[in-house]
């Protein structure tokens, strides 16, 4: 495996500053292997393998990596992948696929936290942020991953993006996106990604909730709904990767 850097044309490009994790693949003129298949889970396995979750609901098998790049760590990420046949898929189960994945690159993954009512602003920042609506702004396998914008201009000035739950006692799924320029306002609007790890919100009887999330936009305050999935809670979580020193 060799590292190399992804440059600002993945994904639109979503980020300049990823590194990713290349599998035996040099061929740097094909364009869909520099494009991203899909938006995963990677999920340790305690025999210290790792699946990629593709959605609520499917299962990924790499076949050519047998211990993930990041650890114990369990983190959203970006991959493109080929899929194939092996030992690991179910002739009668799609949800179970084997693939080879061609490059892999994580996604700056992170909790949750509290909110602290008036002290918000002083902790969390109050600068403005849009969320862009494309494919990788998306709740499922109980995280939510955003696709953010906002202005970046000092070279190299990290960014504060935190999630805040309990912004509304009597609704637990309501939540409040802050984003700490850390002072950096001016410069051009660029993109990142950042995902929350959302399966220690409360249970109902349906496995699915509908969170809402608000944020403070450049043209003002917005709230938009999506529908979360959660999974069971007998099923171990391992610790969120935080990662890219632009966002934090």
């Known amino acids: 495996m060799k590292r190399m850097k992804l440059t600002a044309y993945v994904l639109g490009l979503l980020t300049a500053g990823f590194t990713l994790q290349s599998c035996d693949n040099d061929d740097d003129d094909n364009w869909e292997l520099h494009r991203p298949t899909a938006l995963v889970t990677v999920r340790p396995q305690a025999d210290g393998k790792f699946t990629l979750q593709l959605d609520n ?3 990924l098998f790499p076949s050519n990596m047998d211990k993930s790049p990041y650890g114990d760590k369990e983190v959203r990420a970006l991959v493109n992948y080929t899929e194939e046949y092996g030992d690991n898929v179910s002739p009668t189960d799609n949800r179970v696929r084997s693939v080879h994945i061609n490059w892999i690159d994580s996604i700056r993954t ?5 909110t602290l009512g008036e002290e918000n ?3 969390y920042g109050k600068d403005p942020i849009e969320i862009v609506r494309d494919w990788v702004t998306v709740a499922e396998d109980g995280y939510l991953t955003l696709r953010i914008r906002t202005t970046w201009g000092v070279v190299n000035t990290p960014h504060y993006i935190n999630l805040l739950t309990g912004v509304n006692p009597e609704n637990p799924y309501e939540l409040e996106l802050r984003h700490d320029a850390r002072g950096d306002v001016g410069g051009y609007f660029a993109d990142a990604l950042i995902a929350f790890n959302l399966n220690d919100l409360p249970r109902t009887d349906d496995k699915n909730v509908k969170i809402k999330l608000n944020w403070q936009s450049f043209s003002g305050k917005k709230s938009i709904e999506f529908e979360l999935y959660l999974r069971p809670q007998e099923e171990k979580e391992y610790p969120v ?3 890219n020193k632009l966002v934090k």
């Open 110 to 114: 992170k909790m949750p936290v509290p």
């Open 57 to 59: 609901s499917t299962t």
């Open 121 to 123: 602003d002083a902790k």
């Open 241 to 243: 990767m935080e990662h």
